[in-house]
């Protein structure tokens, strides 16, 4: 089993395998050109999975690919199969920004891939060009529709933001609600890659508009998951991801493993420690090694605190989609 340094159980682990992305979110990397090409030195999956392993073996139970966008990666369906061929009791999902998935999602549905979180931040074409700085909704519902009819597990991601998408709210509720699936709202976090005009709307905020039409009840956190649960009168369950809270951090179970190699104990923070030497030597013991280290410098929280940014203060440095979120 694995303890950090402040005696919480990790068993979650989020192995992001690429930086790239084909959307350029204005919350996520809105400045990067699209032909832009990360660094080369990404570790191949086989590298990527020699330190799953160490972390499977150590109590790892839970896994999700995210990026970047992942989909881009070659070869995904083949590492998906690694994964669960090893471990098929393994919680194996997914994040994605699903506009490949009306071609891919079957092949990882045949892989072993359980679930798929989907970011859906608008219901309307021209709001999600804008947001995504790219046409692409058509392409998204139909990717949506298609992870549901191969039987893959659906939760979609939404992160409101004023004067953008915040009109929507309870619009995607409709669209989850006739779905059967759960969305979950997404403070959005301040970081300096974000674009400068966003604004995003507190947990507080995002429950106004919801009961705007709903009356809601709070059910409370899910074990270790950063969702908050809520349920409407009609019996609708959503959940709210909700940073800023004091009390967020307090049963945080996850690691995260970028595309290089770095092994990041928390999403604030620019700490991390690389396995990728390890990896690329075979040195098990190693990987191990690195792992231990991480959990112990885990920090006890992160600092998206309660509120608004003061004038000057500094936000993240941290980038998404390296980290995978
Ligand atoms: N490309 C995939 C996608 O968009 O789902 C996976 C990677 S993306 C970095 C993972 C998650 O991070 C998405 O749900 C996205 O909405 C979220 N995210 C990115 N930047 C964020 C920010 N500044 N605040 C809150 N959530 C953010
Ligand atoms: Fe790409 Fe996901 Fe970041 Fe959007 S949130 S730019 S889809 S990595």
Redesign the pocket.
């Known amino acids: 089993m694995l303890i950090d340094g402040h005696g919480r159980t990790v068993n979650y682990l989020r192995v992001s395998v690429t930086e790239r992305?084909n959307?350029r979110?204005q919350?996520?990397m809105p400045e990067k050109p699209f032909s832009w090409v990360p660094k080369e030195n990404l570790l191949s999956f086989e590298e990527l999975f020699l330190f799953m392993k160490v972390a499977m073996d150590e109590g790892v139970n839970k896994i999700r690919i995210?990026?970047?966008?992942?989909l881009l990666r070659e070869g995904l369906d083949t590492f998906i199969k690694m994964i669960n061929d090893y471990q098929p009791d393994v919680d194996l999902a997914l994040?994605?920004?699903a506009f490949l998935l009306p071609q891919t999602a079957q092949k990882l549905k045949d892989a072993g891939l359980k679930r798929v979180?989907?970011?859906l931040d608008s219901l309307k074409p021209k709001v999600a060009h804008h947001i995504a700085q790219k046409d692409v909704l058509a392409q998204v519902l139909l990717g949506i529709d298609k992870a549901l009819e191969v039987g893959l597990g659906v939760k979609i991601?939404m992160?409101p933001m004023k004067g953008i998408n915040d009109d929507e709210i309870l619009d995607i509720i409709d669209y989850c609600i006739e779905r059967k699936i759960k969305v979950r709202f997404?403070?959005?976090?301040?970081?300096s890659h974000?674009s400068k005009s966003i604004e995003?709307m507190h947990g507080r905020e995002i429950l106004e508009k919801v009961k705007e039409r709903h009356t809601i009840k709070a059910l409370g956190r899910e074990g270790a998951s950063p969702s908050f649960n809520y349920v409407l009168d009609n019996g609708y369950e959503f959940g709210l991801i909700d940073p800023h809270k004091h009390d967020f951090c307090e049963n945080c179970n996850r690691i995260r493993l970028t595309a290089e190699g770095n092994l990041i104990p928390c999403l604030y923070f620019d700490e991390a420690l690389s396995i990728a030497s390890s990896v690329k030597k075979g040195d098990i013991q190693g990987a191990a090694d690195v792992l231990a280290q991480v959990l112990k410098d885990k920090p006890k929280e992160n600092r998206w605190i309660e509120g608004e940014l003061e004038e000057g203060q500094e936000v993240s440095t941290r980038a998404?989609?390296e980290t995978?979120?």
């Open positions: 992305c959307f979110c919350y996520c995210t990026g970047g966008e992942p994040t994605t920004n979180n989907i970011s991601n992160v997404i403070e959005y976090m301040e970081n974000a995003g998404f989609y995978g979120g």
